[in-house]
């Protein structure tokens, strides 16, 4: 066959297609009666614009033929869809744009093309690609997207996306296919629909109501239990006393009858229950409850006197400390208050952790410089605010001076008059250091002297530098409400008064211990949310020196109340005293001499600077996890600064005696039994390996294996860097 016949064939085929589509003119409207065979998919998709009068633009990817027949005559609209259901069926989808242009694309590219987004009131159907965002009000679209995706065509066009915070679906697809999504979501979303209905009991109480119908709804074993959906929500409001239920219409009303018949007056007879109290202390609740019941005895006379009904109303309330429990004998209505109270009264209390930083820093300088001189004519010069008095040491060095010894003459013999004895020389006396070491035990610095001839002078300068560091850490944990007390110090004694025997002897002292050091007394209060008043008291004292009698103590102390968020730092103090001192004795008239007055005048400077602050940061556990993990931290803080110095060792002593903690470990390690204990000397000596216990007792790494994971954490910290 040559191609002019190829030619002819094709165009004879395309036009019998074309003659097959007749238009039927009758009045306004148009009828189509489509026949296609063997068809390229592209000269359809120009013959069906051609008729619409509609431009289409063909993807090239958008290949194939097509063989389709319609027996019907077909309105405009219908056309339209005949054409859409067409390119469904061969994976090809018409997007329509604003300006009259159709684009013919795959199907699957269509869920990211400019697909129309409607609404519940579109009126877009068949085949033709859409977008709809549905709303769930009453079912979580995390689960319900799982489900609807089986359901949507998501290798093609169709996609089924779930968007969270706003609980929505977003839905892609053809009308037809999205409208029915949207029906099968309504259904369902009124089957998840689980109101609310709260119930005021009047007799009975919430919490012990709300126990009896989850002991019914428990499942038993053995046997299926009720679905998920028909099992309702039951919450006790012991504030108002109120039972509040949420879940399916039918369950909802099967606990309301079950609580309105459980909810009815008990007979007024006495009774005796025993509670057992989880945190609070039953000689602390005694009061109050006593107080309640009071007012509630109190309140029910006055309304049976104006019902001229007279009923006796005995309460008897006791504490048995053994078991921590309270004893009440009341009548039923009455328990059932009382148990109200118990029930909130009793509930685990926060608890408060304050950690403080104390922190006083003290600085002082000195400068002393005197010149003193003297004569032996009568004259010379002293100064008290600095250098020794110049007479002090004069006298003192006099009196260190030895004395020579006395000659004692020869003796002779008064009958020949030879020497009987010669003479001689006694020693020399020493003199007496003592003042000289007194007077000299007062200077600080440097002093010298110069003697010469009759005259003699003493320089004596001296700077003095003093600067103290003092830091603390203490942590407290306390109780909601509770005082908490920390000092870390010593007991200094103080004598408080003295006195004599009759006869003024054997005389004796009292004598008191005062606290001396760092001191934290705090009281905190939880207040709602995560706010924290604190009533502090801090403290710093010293011993100064001795002061007339006695010793002199320095305190500095800070009372006050203050309100904080839990983790937040509160600052106390701040600079306390700041002083400059300067003291200049000089003789009249010289020491005002330019330079050579230096030498008639003494000058002594003192600057001293004393600053305290105290850092509070206050943090609520309300639970024994948050403990766990402080207390972790704490306990591994100090056993890092324990291998610490034992990484540096003991200059005199083997670091074997060094002490580590174990590794942080909630359970206590129990000695061995006798048994294991003998068993772990027989297996020692006969050289086996250690048993279960020796292994789970010395599991502790040695300190070259702690050693060499911290070199291989630090290796890879470093690689992570430079990544």
Known sequence: MNNKLKHFILALTTACAMNTLFLVGQSHAAQYSPNFKGTEITEFVNIVGKNLKKTMIVDPNVRGKINVRSYDLLSEDQYYQFFLNVLEVYGFAAVEMDNNIIKIIRNKDAKTASIPVIGSDSRILGDEM?????????????????????????????????????????????????????KIIERVDRAGDQDVEIIKLQYASAGEMVRIIEAMNKPTSGKAGQPTFLIPKIVADDRSNSVIISGEVKARERVVRLVKRLDSELESNGNTRVYY??????????????????????????????????????????????????????????????????????????????EAIIVEVLEGDGVDLGVQWFTEAGGFTQFNNGPAPISSVAAAAKAAESTPGDYVPPVFSPSNGEVVTPGYNKPDVDGNYEPLAQVLSAVSGMMFGIVKNDWGAIVQAVSRDKNSNILATPSITTLDNEEAYFIVGQEVPIITGSATGSNNNNPFQTVDRQEVGVKLRVTPQV??????????????????????VDISIDKREIKTVVMADSGATVVLGGLIDESVQESIEKVPLLGDIPLLGHLFKSTSNKTSK???????????????????????????????????????????????????????????????????????????????????????????????????????????????DKN
């Open 130 to 182: 859409v977008t709809r965002v549905v709303e769930v009000k009453n079912v979580t679209v995390r689960e319900l997207v799982p489900l609807l995706r089986q359901l949507s065509d998501q290798a093609g066009g169709g996609n089924v996306v779930n968007y969270d915070p706003a609980n929505v679906i977003m839905l892609t697809g053809t009308a037809a296919t999205v409208n029915r999504l949207v």
């Open 277 to 354: 109290l989880k945190y609070s202390k039953a000689e602390d609740l005694v009061k109050v409850l006593k107080g309640v019941s009071e007012s509630i005895v109190a309140e029910t006379s006055g309304a049976q006197t104006k019902t001229r009904s007279s009923q006796k109303r005995d309460v008897s309330i006791d504490a048995h400390e053994s078991t921590n429990a309270l004893v009440i004998t009341a009548q039923p209505d009455m328990l059932v208050s009382l148990e109200a109270v118990i029930r909130q009264l009793d509930v685990r209390r926060a608890q408060v952790l304050v």
């Open 527 to 548: 207040n709602e949310g995560d706010a924290v008043q604190l009533i502090i008291e801090q403290e710093v004292s010293s011993v100064s020196g001795s002061a007339g």
């Open 610 to 720: 004393r600053n305290l602050m105290v850092f509070l940061r206050p943090t609520i556990i309300r639970d024994g996890q948050l403990m766990d993990e402080m207390s972790q931290a704490k306990y591994n803080y100090i056993r890092a600064d324990q291998i610490r110095k034992q990484e540096e060792g003991l200059s005199l002593m083997s670091d074997e005696n060094m002490p580590i903690l174990p590794k942080w470990n909630d359970k206590l390690a129990l000695p061995p039994s006798f048994e294991e204990y003998q068993k772990t000397i027989k297996d020692n000596k006969e050289g086996k390996e250690k048993t279960s216990f020796e292994q789970s007792k010395y599991n502790e790494p040695s300190y070259e294996e702690y050693k060499k994971s911290l070199e291989q954490q630090e290796k890879l910290e470093a690689s992570e």
